[in-house]
């Protein structure tokens, strides 16, 4: 069973950056594509970004490209999601995900496997 840990969390102003790591373990992570997802109090969980399980072909939902970007280290079965530019609206609990095979998207139903999420607040 793939279990993911979240950290670097934390709270920056706003223009602020911070780095989240997903750390896997338990299973190969190799075989997983990786999504970052955040939900706020009230709404519904949003699809962040996601990583193929090469590394070569990524994606973001439209209102963080430009200012995030995803990696992934596979030697050390964790991946990144650096956020810069952080806006306040963005303060979130923020999840990775696995997903066995690169099918899954920005989907939050294609993933099985979660991580208990890491608080990111923007605040001045």
């Known amino acids: 069973q793939l279990q993911l840990v979240e950290s670097g969390g934390g709270l920056v102003q706003p223009g602020g950056s911070l780095r989240l790591s997903c750390a896997a373990s338990?299973?190969?992570?190799?075989?997983?594509?990786i999504g970052w997802f955040r939900q706020s109090p009230g709404k519904d969980r949003e699809g962040v970004s996601c990583i193929s399980t090469s590394g070569y072909r990524t994606n973001y939902t439209y209102s963080v490209k430009g200012r995030f970007t995803i990696s992934r280290d596979n030697t050390k079965n964790t991946v990144y999601l650096q956020m810069n530019s952080l806006k306040p609206e963005e303060r979130a609990i923020y999840y990775c995900a696995a997903s066995a095979g690169d099918k899954a998207g920005l989907n939050s139903a294609s993933y099985d496997n979660w991580g208990q999420g890491s608080q990111v607040t923007v605040s001045s």
């Open positions: 338990g299973s190969n992570s190799d075989y997983y594509a």
